[in-house]
Every structure is written in structure tokens, then in C-alpha cells.
């Protein structure tokens, strides 16, 4: 079973207005974090928000925020205001337990593209 | 505060070649992870070192590949005898040394086999 599960490939949304994009893990570790990453087109992987596993509310980093549902085992990105720049691959990963220096498991992403 | 540093951005060889990759952790991180990217994929870790050890190398290829983190200068990942197969982004990132340290990631290496 995949650990990480985005399940949009692609998704569409138009200059200022929310988007979602989703995620869903699968792990019997009770600590863990969750991440998302951007990947323009340029390459680069730019770190956007986190949440740990016993977070009590919802992560928020300026336009970014993170719908944590633990019972769903869901964290999916909302993204308020898009902007052009958004246009990009999107990663959610999670790091199981809560040791230092444990790999990140990656979904396989979501491409999204906004439009004027 | 530079971010992490990774170089050269893209690397051509032909099969058969050595590939050397280089990563520079951002300052204070003691940290360095190396992940690979395959077209259209998602990242998949490979190795997890700190200085002087490697920790975690569960990801690697048990063949032609091995990667260093000496006590001064860039970790390195480097690849022997490179085939076709080896063409993916290779991205290296750092963190601190706190459990929940988020990862931090240099832009990548393209390395292209031909």
C-alpha cells in the first residue's frame, strides 16, 4: 500500500480563487509529520507548511494552509487567492516517528495550473 | 543565510562514466539526505548521512553508487559507470538536528546519460 496518496494529477484553478489539492497517508506510527513542497517548473523544491501528528490546530503559512483530518488520515493543501506563480508540481511527504533525520516519503505530486 | 548548494546543476556523461555530485548543507545543519527523482515521479530517499557516517543508506543501489559527508567540504554522491537508467533530477537536503526539523532542499542535479 502506498504511504503517500495524492490522487489528482492535475488540477485547474483560475487568478484568485481556493484551491485544494489532496493527500492521504497510511501510517500505524502514532508520531509523524506531514510536509508540502512546491516544484515550478524550474526545478527547484521549496518547502510551503507543516503539521505534526499531535498539532492540535490546522497549520497556516500566509495564503498556504493545511486541512488536517487525522481520523481520515487526510492533510490536504488549501492554497486561498491563487496566483499565476502557483503553477506548479505540488508534494505532500510525511515522516514517519519522530527521530531526527528520517527520510521523507513522497507522493507522486499534483500539477497545477492557474490561469488569468 | 545561503540556502542548500548543490552542484552542477546539470551533468552530461556517457555510459560508463563517473558522476560526482556535490551538496553544501545550509549552515548549521548537520544533517544531509539525498534523494532521487525519476521523470514524473515523486522524490525517493536514497542515503542519510551526518558528518564522517553514514546512517541510513536503506534507498541506495547496492552497486555503482556511494555517497560520503567528510568532516570538511561538500557531501558527495557519486555514481559509477553510469547507465541510462541512472538519468533522474538528485536532490540533496539538509536539516538541523531537531526531531522534527523540517527538510530544507538544494535546487537538484539533472544528470543526463547518454
Same mark, same amino acid.
Given at each position: 500500500?502506498?504511504?503517500?496518496?495524492?490522487?489528482?494529477? #492535475?488540477?485547474?484553478?483560475?487568478?484568485?480563487?481556493?484551491?485544494?489539492?489532496?493527500?492521504?497517508?497510511?501510517?500505524?506510527?502514532?508520531?509523524?509529520?506531514?510536509?508540502?513542497?512546491?516544484?515550478?517548473?524550474? #526545478?527547484?523544491?521549496?518547502?510551503?507548511?507543516?503539521? #505534526?501528528?499531535?498539532?492540535?490546530?490546522?497549520?497556516?503559512?500566509?495564503?498556504?494552509? /493545511?486541512?488536517?483530518?487525522?481520523?481520515?488520515?487526510?492533510?490536504?493543501?488549501?492554497?486561498?487567492?491563487?496566483? /499565476?506563480?502557483?503553477?506548479?508540481?505540488?508534494?505532500?511527504?510525511?515522516?514517519?516517528?519522530?527521530?531526527?533525520?528520517?527520510?521523507?516519503?513522497?507522493?507522486? #505530486?499534483?500539477?497545477?495550473?492557474?490561469?488569468? | 543565510?545561503?540556502?542548500?548548494?548543490?552542484?552542477?546543476?546539470?551533468?552530461?556523461?556517457?555510459?560508463?562514466?563517473?558522476?560526482?555530485?556535490?551538496?553544501?548543507?545550509?549552515?548549521?545543519?548537520?544533517?544531509?539526505?539525498?534523494?532521487?527523482?525519476?521523470?514524473?515521479?515523486?522524490?525517493?530517499?536514497?542515503?542519510?548521512?551526518?558528518?564522517?557516517?553514514?546512517?541510513?543508506?536503506?534507498?541506495?543501489?547496492?552497486?555503482?553508487?556511494?555517497?560520503?559527508?567528510?568532516?570538511?567540504?561538500?557531501?558527495?554522491?557519486?555514481?559509477?559507470?553510469?547507465?541510462?537508467?541512472?538519468?533522474?533530477?538528485?536532490?540533496?537536503?539538509?536539516?538541523?538536528?531537531?526531531?522534527?526539523?523540517?527538510?530544507?532542499?538544494?535546487?537538484?542535479?539533472?544528470?543526463?546519460?547518454?
Amino acid at each position: 500500500a502506498q504511504k503517500i496518496t495524492q490522487t489528482q494529477p #492535475g488540477m485547474f484553478v483560475q487568478e484568485k480563487e481556493a484551491v485544494t489539492l489532496d493527500c492521504t497517508y497510511d501510517t500505524s506510527d502514532p508520531s509523524y509529520g506531514l510536509f508540502w513542497y512546491k516544484q515550478p517548473s524550474s #526545478g527547484e523544491m521549496i518547502f510551503l507548511i507543516y503539521q #505534526g501528528s499531535y498539532d492540535q490546530q490546522n497549520a497556516t503559512e500566509g495564503r498556504y494552509s /493545511l486541512n488536517f483530518q487525522k481520523a481520515r488520515k487526510s492533510a490536504n493543501l488549501v492554497i486561498s487567492a491563487s496566483q /499565476l506563480g502557483d503553477s506548479a508540481m505540488y508534494f505532500c511527504a510525511m515522516r514517519e516517528g519522530n527521530q531526527a533525520g528520517t527520510a521523507l516519503i513522497f507522493g507522486k #505530486g499534483t500539477t497545477l495550473s492557474v490561469s488569468s | 543565510n545561503a540556502g542548500v548548494m548543490q552542484n552542477p546543476r546539470h551533468l552530461v556523461r556517457r555510459r560508463g562514466q563517473e558522476a560526482r555530485l556535490r551538496c553544501s548543507p545550509m549552515k548549521g545543519h548537520s544533517h544531509v539526505y539525498w534523494y532521487r527523482q525519476l521523470p514524473e515521479e515523486g522524490l525517493k530517499f536514497m542515503v542519510y548521512l551526518q558528518k564522517e557516517n553514514i546512517i541510513d543508506e536503506s534507498g541506495m543501489p547496492k552497486e555503482r553508487f556511494s555517497a560520503e559527508f567528510p568532516k570538511e567540504g561538500p557531501s558527495i554522491l557519486r555514481i559509477q559507470q553510469v547507465v541510462r537508467g541512472d538519468s533522474a533530477a538528485y536532490f540533496c537536503a539538509s536539516s538541523w538536528d531537531r526531531a522534527t526539523d523540517t527538510q530544507y532542499f538544494g535546487p537538484g542535479t539533472r544528470l543526463t546519460v547518454l
